[in-house]
């Protein structure tokens, strides 16, 4: 099993520009999230997806959509890209209700900047 | 939104020594994480608390869910270097709910070998 894999691992855009965040999981995990990690703020939930079709917004979600058409996928889209959108960002998965252990697992992370 | 006050905000010590952090919320939790993140990459479970006043031990380290449900701490014992990264308590705010963690800001932990 890879795990958690995302891609780019480095990005540099422009303001404006848009892009996305490729985040792919094989343990068939039920659940996966998006989380931004900014220096001295720990990790903050943008968006997370229960199941293939359902998505919900997390504590940051503006600038930035979510779609997750396969149990396997969940990219993140920047529609707008913002300075204030510099950071990692992470992507995680789990397994649901009926599945152990009770946690997520964390992809290596993609690291962003806007200029 | 739900907080949790993580201290201290980093630590120097010296290998050999032990280590305490915790972690306090404004809020309930019904499970509380410790991860560790290394430099580069992503946060990894270290031990996750299930019940009230729980202690859990994972090697040298040692957490504890506390009674209120409002708090946890993390020991580790006898540190060596490979310990140093940044240590996050998360919450959790019931069972299968791992979709939804709510992270402290971390713990900058240097090991002077």
């Known amino acids: 099993n890879a795990g958690v894999t995302q891609t780019p691992k480095f990005q540099v855009l422009k303001t404006g520009q848009s892009m996305t965040l490729q985040c792919a999981q094989d343990m068939n995990h039920e659940y996966m999230s998006w989380y931004r990690q900014d220096p001295g703020m720990g990790l903050r939930l943008i968006h997370y997806s229960v199941g293939a079709g359902i998505t919900d917004q997390g504590e940051v979600p503006n600038g930035y959509n979510v779609s997750r058409s396969t149990t396997e996928d969940f990219p993140l889209r920047l529609l707008s890209a913002a300075p204030s959108q510099t950071s990692v960002y992470f992507c995680?998965?789990?397994?649901?209700?009926?599945?152990?252990?009770?946690?997520?697992?964390f992809g290596p992370g993609t690291r962003l900047t806007v200029l | 939104g739900q907080q949790l006050n993580q201290s201290p905000q980093s630590m120097f010590i010296q290998e050999g020594e032990d280590v305490s952090m915790n972690c306090t919320s404004s809020s309930i939790f019904n499970t509380w994480l410790w991860y560790k993140q290394d430099p580069g990459e992503g946060p990894v479970l270290l031990i996750a608390?299930?019940?009230?006043?729980e202690l859990t031990s994972n090697g040298r380290l040692t957490a504890q869910f506390g009674i209120t449900r409002k708090d946890s701490f993390l020991n580790i014992s006898a540190s060596i270097p490979s310990d140093v990264g940044i240590y996050f308590c998360?919450?959790?705010?019931?069972?299968?709910?791992?979709?939804?963690?709510?992270f402290g800001k971390g713990t900058l932990l240097t090991v002077n070998p």
């Open positions: 998360a919450g959790q705010p019931r069972r299968g709910s791992n979709y939804k963690l709510t």
């Open positions: 995680a998965s789990s397994y649901g209700t009926s599945g152990t252990p009770d946690t997520q697992y």
């Open positions: 608390l299930y019940k009230a006043g």
